[in-house]
């Protein structure tokens, strides 16, 4: 592998040398993006600028049709032959009921039909070549807006792909259903972003959430499964959320969008070369793609959606000419990217990270918010992250909301905000973790955002469902919000009963903020696509406005304002979708320059971070401590996990939350590489039995090597109340984490022992 660097290493390196004629920076960066392009096998023909590409399709006679949300279906004729000359898309007239309709998702047919859904009129249409209407079905809106793709085969047969269903379904062209699949190998499906047609009854699915390819032929009981392949990954052969795929002359394409590449494969999976260097600068020009979604082929002409940068880009398919470089990137004032939210509280700020599934946290107590710990890696382990959705910090807990793995996890992070501000990659430390279905929830219902409060937590539902939580994850109060499409969620009150605070829901569709207390909804002005809310005093709202790149402050004091505009300077914005507010400090996630910005909430700026840079506005001496140190509660934690080089035997430990305590004994030495058994015994705090129904979980890792046991071990309760764990091997001296996890009807709550094996490393 070492050598394949190198090679690699030296080939980019023999690019450069080749490349450095006199000419200006960018001339030469242009020269050799083409190169390496022409090396994977592809020529950027151009960029097409739309606010909001959803999905792509081609008409026989070389027209782009774009499917552009709000901005509706536009057509881009000639698209080929205008190469590097490409203008913006002209709006298609589609007739009464459609001139402020939203399209979503866009197919063409061999025959030219065209196929259209539309989340604001809860509709899908098949039209002739001419757009004249064939057919309607209706659907829910917010199945549409969850995500829609579609897609016509040659015999006209129409897939839907539906994202929160988790499922795609085959319609004949009478409409009549010919199946649908929601599961394969054994795994459902998880928001399937694309489907694309083989050719005679065949079929390829993006199974966008478990990181794969499905592909299947349709028989006369329905979808039938013929292969399955990928998983989460960076290399060759893996994928982060493939979100677009279409058919090639050779096999394959498929848009790997947190890779930010387009991958190549043929029928039977085999990875080729991928195109496109990863754009980690925003706004960077042809060729570098960022976020890939949909994807559209004619012969060797691809179109790629890019929602995050607002555009579509044109490729053409080549041999590839010289020899293979990897698409490295090149990171030049660029450090982060980050997820759409963000929380703040006391002295700490945490936002998460996509690419690496984990959550990153700053220290507030200085002038310039410091980077002080990561936590998270992707999987299914209770310690691990699907795909994280929202967080609120609530003193030093953290609670995750974590929709591929249906569950909340809470954190605890030990000494945050106490002494000297450093990075201590062990400071977090998972506490317990509740089931979706512990809290009631059915599978169509995710949680979208969360918030804290005096004595727990508030999560919002996509299905506009407000769950009050008490410190333990502990279901206080349900209550239904009327907001037909809610995007966001504060907390604006904070009373003792978690029931009696407030809650502001942002409404995408209705346009205003709902307020659980009753009072009437707020509305936001035209334009206004609010992702993001925090409160503000006195009486007063701070929306982020992504398609907007700017926030809107609404008081009840003084007429509404605007902060910020678009651009990559101090104090403006590309696609802002989070805030936060702390004493007079605002917070803003500006996910599109990738970084964190703090202004005041007068709209000053003050500061923009990411993980490894920082950038503060020129002050006086006296004005160099961060308006989070000031006065900042400090929360201890109650117990902290054992250090111990005793190997576990006859150790006590209480778990995170004290819950329960643990006593552990092991019959044999614990030897490198041997396997061992540990007994376990188990003692509630409040001296309750333990439940009958009760599950515990066993598992160890190694927190210096980012890795835990080569094998599972297998718990099982005796006679005598105590749980026998067998199977245990720890194959590498140094330090390793057990953790024992005590699981009652969905809910989980983890304590942690921590032994050194031999000599630390």
């Given at each position: 592998?070492?050598?394949?660097?190198?090679?690699?290493?030296?080939?980019?390196?023999?690019?450069?040398?080749?490349?450095?004629?006199?000419?200006?920076?960018?001339?030469?960066?242009?020269?050799?993006?083409?190169?390496?392009?022409?090396?994977?096998?592809?020529?950027?023909?151009?960029?097409?600028?739309?606010?909001?590409?959803?999905?792509?399709?081609?008409?026989?006679?070389?027209?782009?049709?774009?499917?552009?949300?709000?901005?509706?279906?536009?057509?881009?004729?000639?698209?080929?032959?205008?190469?590097?000359?490409?203008?913006?898309?002209?709006?298609?007239?589609?007739?009464?009921?459609?001139?402020?309709?939203?399209?979503?998702?866009?197919?063409?047919?061999?025959?030219?039909?065209?196929?259209?859904?539309?989340?604001?009129?809860?509709?899908?249409?098949?039209?002739?070549?001419?757009?004249?209407?064939?057919?309607?079905?209706?659907?829910?809106?917010?199945?549409?807006?969850?995500?829609?793709?579609?897609?016509?085969?040659?015999?006209?047969?129409?897939?839907?792909?539906?994202?929160?269903?988790?499922?795609?379904?085959?319609?004949?062209?009478?409409?009549?259903?010919?199946?649908?699949?929601?599961?394969?190998?054994?795994?459902?499906?998880?928001?399937?972003?694309?489907?694309?047609?083989?050719?005679?009854?065949?079929?390829?699915?993006?199974?966008?959430?478990?990181?794969?390819?499905?592909?299947?032929?349709?028989?006369?009981?329905?979808?039938?499964?013929?292969?399955?392949?990928?998983?989460?990954?960076?290399?060759?052969?893996?994928?982060?959320?493939?979100?677009?795929?279409?058919?090639?002359?050779?096999?394959?394409?498929?848009?790997?969008?947190?890779?930010?590449?387009?991958?190549?494969?043929?029928?039977?999976?085999?990875?080729?070369?991928?195109?496109?260097?990863?754009?980690?600068?925003?706004?960077?020009?042809?060729?570098?793609?960022?976020?890939?979604?949909?994807?559209?082929?004619?012969?060797?002409?691809?179109?790629?959606?890019?929602?995050?940068?607002?555009?579509?880009?044109?490729?053409?398919?080549r041999e590839p000419s010289g020899q293979m470089i990897p698409p490295l990137p090149v990171k030049e004032g660029v450090s982060s990217h980050f997820g759409r939210g963000l929380a703040v509280g006391g002295v700490l700020l945490a936002a998460w990270e996509p690419e690496?599934?984990?959550?990153?946290v700053f220290d507030l107590r200085g002038a310039l918010p410091v980077h002080v710990t990561t936590f998270g890696s992707p999987g299914t382990g209770g310690d691990r992250f699907g795909r994280i959705e929202a967080m609120a910090l609530r003193g030093t807990d953290i609670?995750?909301?974590?929709?591929?793995?249906?569950?909340?996890?809470?954190?605890?992070?030990?000494?945050?905000?106490?002494?000297?501000?450093?990075?201590?990659?062990?400071?977090?430390?998972?506490?317990?973790?509740?089931?979706?279905?512990?809290?009631?929830?059915?599978?169509?219902?995710?949680?979208?955002?969360?918030?804290?409060?005096?004595?727990?937590?508030?999560?919002?539902?996509?299905?506009?469902?407000?769950?009050?939580?008490?410190?333990?994850?502990?279901?206080?109060?349900?209550?239904?919000?009327?907001?037909?499409?809610?995007?966001?969620?504060?907390?604006?009150?904070?009373?003792?009963?978690?029931?009696?605070?407030?809650?502001?829901?942002?409404?995408?569709?209705?346009?205003?903020?709902?307020?659980?207390?009753?009072?009437?909804?707020?509305?936001?002005?035209?334009?206004?696509?609010?992702?993001?809310?925090?409160?503000?005093?006195?009486?007063?709202?701070?929306?982020?406005?992504?398609?907007?790149?700017?926030?809107?402050?609404?008081?009840?004091?003084?007429?509404?304002?605007?902060?910020?505009?678009?651009?990559?300077?101090?104090?403006?914005?590309?696609?802002?979708?989070?805030?936060?507010?702390?004493?007079?400090?605002?917070?803003?996630?500006?996910?599109?320059?990738?970084?964190?910005?703090?202004?005041?909430?007068?709209?000053?700026?003050?500061?923009?971070?990411?993980?490894?840079?920082?950038?503060?506005?020129?002050?006086?001496?006296?004005?160099?401590?961060?308006?989070?140190?000031?006065?900042?509660?400090?929360?201890?934690?109650?117990?902290?996990?054992?250090?111990?080089?005793?190997?576990?035997?006859?150790?006590?430990?209480?778990?995170?939350?004290?819950?329960?305590?643990?006593?552990?004994?092991?019959?044999?030495?614990?030897?490198?590489?041997?396997?061992?058994?540990?007994?376990?015994?188990?003692?509630?705090?409040?001296?309750?039995?333990?439940?009958?129904?009760?599950?515990?979980?066993?598992?160890?890792?190694?927190?210096?090597?980012?890795?835990?046991?080569?094998?599972?071990?297998?718990?099982?309760?005796?006679?005598?109340?105590?749980?026998?764990?067998?199977?245990?091997?720890?194959?590498?001296?140094?330090?390793?984490?057990?953790?024992?996890?005590?699981?009652?009807?969905?809910?989980?709550?983890?304590?942690?022992?921590?032994?050194?094996?031999?000599?630390?490393?």
């Amino acid at each position: 592998m070492a050598a394949i660097a190198s090679l690699a290493a030296l080939a980019l390196l023999s690019l450069l040398i080749q490349d450095a004629q006199p000419q200006d920076a960018a001339g030469r960066s242009a020269a050799l993006l083409k190169r390496i392009l022409g090396a994977q096998g592809a020529e950027p023909l151009g960029i097409v600028p739309v606010p909001q590409p959803l999905g792509l399709a081609w008409k026989s006679d070389g027209t782009l049709l774009i499917a552009a949300g709000e901005g509706g279906l536009l057509e881009l004729p000639d698209a080929e032959r205008r190469g590097s000359a490409l203008v913006a898309p002209q709006r298609i007239d589609l007739g009464a009921g459609w001139e402020a309709a939203s399209v979503d998702a866009v197919a063409v047919g061999p025959d030219g039909q065209i196929a259209l859904a539309s989340a604001s009129l809860g509709r899908l249409e098949r039209r002739t070549a001419a757009l004249e209407v064939r057919s309607v079905s209706l659907l829910d809106s917010e199945l549409l807006r969850s995500g829609c793709a579609l897609a016509l085969s040659d015999d006209g047969v129409l897939a839907v792909a539906l994202a929160r269903n988790g499922a795609v379904s085959f319609f004949q062209s009478s409409g009549l259903l010919l199946g649908t699949l929601s599961s394969a190998d054994g795994k459902e499906l998880r928001r399937p972003g694309a489907v694309t047609s083989l050719g005679a009854g065949a079929w390829a699915i993006a199974d966008t959430g478990n990181h794969r390819v499905i592909l299947l032929h349709l028989a006369e009981r329905g979808p039938v499964v013929d292969l399955c392949y990928g998983e989460r990954g960076p290399f060759a052969g893996q994928m982060c959320l493939p979100s677009g795929i279409a058919l090639t002359s050779e096999g394959l394409l498929v848009a790997d969008r947190m890779n930010h590449r387009l991958a190549r494969y043929s029928r039977d999976g085999q990875c080729g070369r991928a195109i496109g260097i990863h754009s980690v600068s925003p706004r960077e020009g042809v060729g570098a793609i960022h976020y890939p979604e949909a994807l559209a082929i004619r012969g060797d002409l691809v179109a790629v959606s890019e929602p995050f940068e607002r555009r579509v880009q044109l490729f053409r398919l080549r041999e590839p000419s010289g020899q293979m470089i990897p698409p490295l990137p090149v990171k030049e004032g660029v450090s982060s990217h980050f997820g759409r939210g963000l929380a703040v509280g006391g002295v700490l700020l945490a936002a998460w990270e996509p690419e690496a599934e984990a959550v990153v946290v700053f220290d507030l107590r200085g002038a310039l918010p410091v980077h002080v710990t990561t936590f998270g890696s992707p999987g299914t382990g209770g310690d691990r992250f699907g795909r994280i959705e929202a967080m609120a910090l609530r003193g030093t807990d953290i609670l995750v909301a974590d929709s591929a793995n249906a569950r909340l996890a809470l954190w605890r992070l030990e000494s945050a905000g106490v002494g000297e501000v450093k990075f201590d990659p062990f400071m977090a430390r998972l506490v317990r973790t509740a089931s979706a279905e512990s809290l009631g929830l059915a599978k169509e219902d995710e949680i979208i955002d969360l918030a804290s409060t005096k004595n727990g937590f508030v999560a919002l539902t996509n299905t506009s469902q407000l769950l009050w939580l008490d410190a333990a994850l502990g279901l206080v109060q349900r209550e239904r919000s009327t907001a037909l499409h809610p995007t966001a969620l504060c907390c604006l009150s904070d009373a003792s009963a978690p029931g009696e605070s407030t809650a502001a829901v942002v409404d995408g569709l209705g346009k205003c903020v709902q307020f659980s207390n009753g009072a009437s909804p707020l509305t936001l002005r035209d334009g206004t696509h609010a992702t993001g809310i925090a409160g503000m005093s006195p009486e007063g709202l701070i929306l982020s406005d992504p398609r907007g790149d700017r926030l809107e402050v609404i008081c009840t004091q003084s007429p509404r304002r605007w902060i910020g505009r678009t651009g990559g300077g101090d104090g403006e914005f590309f696609a802002p979708t989070d805030c936060a507010v702390l004493g007079d400090d605002l917070y803003v996630l500006d996910q599109g320059n990738h970084r964190l910005q703090r202004l005041k909430t007068s709209g000053e700026w003050d500061a923009s971070f990411t993980l490894s840079k920082a950038r503060l506005r020129p002050r006086e001496a006296a004005d160099s401590v961060g308006a989070g140190a000031a006065g900042a509660d400090v929360v201890a934690l109650a117990c902290a996990p054992v250090e111990t080089a005793a190997l576990l035997d006859g150790v006590e430990v209480h778990s995170a939350d004290d819950g329960f305590k643990v006593h552990l004994r092991t019959p044999a030495a614990i030897e490198r590489g041997e396997p061992f058994e540990v007994e376990i015994t188990l003692t509630m705090s409040d001296g309750s039995p333990i439940p009958d129904d009760a599950v515990l979980l066993i598992d160890a890792t190694m927190p210096h090597h980012g890795h835990g046991m080569n094998v599972k071990a297998r718990t099982e309760r005796g006679p005598d109340g105590v749980w026998r764990a067998a199977g245990l091997l720890w194959h590498m001296d140094g330090l390793w984490v057990l953790s024992v996890d005590l699981c009652v009807a969905g809910r989980c709550e983890r304590a942690q022992v921590e032994a050194v094996l031999g000599a630390r490393h």
